[in-house]
């Protein structure tokens, strides 16, 4: 697996501004480079987020996590 647990919980607090024991995180799913699971704030608010990772002679690598409030459209956070 390309993604470690403590990848997924530091790059999702980055990415929802949150301390690392603020949320939860559960149903992890791995298809292929690509790690998607859920988060659920201590304020009750939901989210879907995804991180892409891969291993190589290098090391391994993981992107930045990509969250989304559940019921709302995704959105570019570039665009923001």
Known sequence: IAVTDEAI???TAFALGL???DF???NRVDDGTTTRYSVRTKTGQDFNCFVGGSISVTG???SEAICTKKGEVARNPLLR
């Open 9 to 11: 919980v530091e790059r």
């Open 19 to 21: 301390a690392k024991g």
């Open 24 to 26: 939860t995180v559960s």
């Open 60 to 62: 391994r690598t993981v």
